[in-house]
């Protein structure tokens, strides 16, 4: 089997509490999760259940307290800034929000070529790349003297993962990307993160709340529940036989579009409801 590009053991985060003896807030409870080379592992979870928490501690954006994160053998948990920017090369980041990695006053040539400049491609070169970066993602090469402000959110979308590509990187941690788009623009722009995983091999790490998603891009995936991993299988097992019981809770809630079925699902529900309660008491 090949080796896990991205291990992740027993991570824990943990942030100081406010006020007189406030106790500190453990975000991540000794999670552990690997990714393999080519792979799409979604992370599924309500909002506060600590997914998001998680790609910001691989991408350094958060405090590990203890535990481990190692990218392709290389213990990459507590980098300095300056470490941490050589390591840009090899993992992006995609945003549930496009305008947080495209300025609003650079054009899309400039934002696209910005991470190849500062890497030390000559300008002729990174010009010629904007062309290339543009049609993996379905974009005419004339968007690139145009603003962001000028295009729709799913093509901003598109951009982004463009910007992502430009250095080839080996993963990209997806945080909740096609969340803020319509159901048809999201489709596209997923079947756009498939398309270039089958051309590139390159992995992602897919957080989402949608389990609509998790079915259509996942191999394997994860479910988060305060700040732990109560589930993780492939995305068949856990999308159609889920074990745990917030598991079970979180796939009920998401909505079906036949009524009769909706209704079922809904019944269901009502059922899981009592039982639990019948446990509690």
């Not at 999670?31 to 792979?39: A, C, F, L, T």
């Not at 991408?59 to 307290?65: D, Q, R, S």
């Not at 991470?115 to 070169?125: D, M, V």
Request: hydrophobic letters at 40%; proline letters at 6%.
């Amino acid at each position: 089997m090949t080796a896990p590009l991205l291990e992740v053991k027993d991570l824990v985060v943990e942030y100081p509490g406010k006020g007189f003896r406030a106790k500190p807030f453990r975000a991540l409870k000794g999670v552990s999760i690997d990714i393999r080379p080519g792979e799409t592992v979604g992370l599924v979870g309500e909002s506060g259940s600590g997914k998001t928490t998680l790609g910001r501690a691989l991408l350094g954006l958060a405090p590990v307290t203890s535990g481990s994160v190692a990218y392709d053998g290389r213990d990459i948990g507590n980098l300095s800034r300056s470490a941490r920017r050589d390591l840009s090369s090899e993992i992006q980041v995609v945003f549930q929000d496009p305008y947080s990695s495209l300025n609003p006053s650079m054009t899309i040539e400039q934002i696209l070529a910005e991470p190849l400049t500062a890497g030390g491609t000559a300008a002729r070169e990174a010009k010629a790349r904007v062309k290339d970066l543009l049609d993996r993602v379905g974009l005419p090469d004339g968007a690139r003297t145009r603003l962001p402000r000028e295009f729709s959110g799913g093509q901003r979308q598109r951009i982004a993962i463009a910007r992502a590509l430009a250095l080839d990187p080996k993963l990209i941690v997806c945080d909740e990307p096609v969340s803020a788009l319509d159901l048809s623009t999201q489709a596209r722009v997923l079947d756009l993160f498939i398309e270039i995983q089958e051309r590139t091999g390159v992995a992602y790490l897919f957080i989402t709340h949608d389990l609509a998603v998790v079915r259509h891009i996942s191999h394997r995936v994860a479910v988060m529940y305060h700040g732990e991993i109560v589930e993780n299988g492939t995305g068949e097992q856990v999308t159609s036989d889920p074990q745990h019981p917030y598991t079970r809770r979180l796939f009920m809630a998401a909505p079906l579009p036949d009524p009769d079925k909706q209704e079922q699902r809904r019944l269901e529900r009502a059922a899981l409801r009592a039982q639990a309660q019948g446990e509690a008491a």
